[in-house]
T-cell receptor, first 114, second 114 residues
Framework: GQQLNQSPQSMFIQEGEDVSMNCTSSSIFNTWLWYKQDPGEGPVLLIALYKAGELTSNGRLTAQFGITRKDSFLNISASIPSDVGIYFCAGQRPNSNSGYALNFGKGTSLLVTP | DVKVTQSSRYLVKRTGEKVFLECVQDMDHENMFWYRQDPGLGLRLIYFSYDVKMKEKGDIPEGYSVSREKKERFSLILESASTNQTSMYLC?????????????FGPGTRLTVT
């Protein structure tokens, strides 16, 4: 399956700062998902996007499905220490020959200092 | 809430051993997946199943097999474990519901092969 290009690879920020990360692909996706993984745990779904241009919020998190359908962005406002973890983007390509499998980015590791 | 459980959080096995990783979900989901997660490589799909007794190869099936005898249970089998199979293994499930592609993950099994 195609890997998504996720950036930045890591971020080290101070509590209270805003965070932005993004995911791009050379192919069109019809679904974009954002997950967070705490150390030693499985990924947990944060936000799901289904339409090009869609902007969705979940508390301090906001994600957008790019108009071209080839990218997505996740923003975290006013970061707090419990935001620490790895954030993954995932996408579902139309007519994928992997059935319902997702393509994943390699993750953005976020560290927040108090 | 969707619950995906994995039989072990940590496992240490010797080279050449046969290893079984078990995954159970309690939400009557049709689709189940096995991924491995390695630093710098993200999540890679090993196998998935869209129904009982049905299985499809993912991106890296070599050295692995799977079994799905009951809807709620999906097993990953390492026929003869090797050191390059040391990794974090994640199980996921999702329903076949319209166009929703969200997958729900278990907590992961960290396997070390010595």
């Amino acid at each position: 399956g195609q890997q998504l290009n996720q950036s930045p690879q890591s971020m080290f920020i101070q509590e209270g700062e805003d965070v932005s990360m993004n995911c791009t692909s050379s192919s069109i996706f019809n679904t974009w998902l954002w997950y967070k993984q705490d150390p030693g745990e499985g990924p947990v779904l944060l936000i799901a996007l289904y339409k090009a241009g869609e902007l969705t919020s979940n508390g301090r998190l906001t994600a957008q499905f790019g108009i071209t359908r080839k990218d997505s962005f996740l923003n975290i406002s006013a970061s707090i220490p419990s935001d620490v973890g790895i954030y993954f983007c995932a996408g579902q390509r139309p007519n994928s020959n992997s059935g319902y499998a997702l393509n994943f980015g390699k993750g953005t590791s976020l560290l927040v200092t108090p | 809430d969707v619950k995906v459980t994995q039989s072990s959080r940590y496992l240490v096995k010797r080279t050449g051993e046969k290893v079984f990783l078990e995954c159970v979900q309690d939400m009557d989901h049709e689709n189940m997946f096995w991924y491995r997660q390695d630093p710098g490589l993200g999540l890679r799909l090993i196998y998935f199943s869209y129904d009982v007794k049905m299985k499809e190869k993912g991106d890296i099936p070599e050295g692995y097999s799977v079994s799905r005898e009951k809807k709620e249970r999906f097993s990953l089998i390492l026929e003869s474990a090797s050191t390059n199979q040391t990794s974090m293994y994640l199980c996921a499930s999702r329903p076949t519901t319209g166009l929703q592609y969200e997958q729900y993950f278990g907590p992961g099994t960290r396997l070390t092969v010595t």
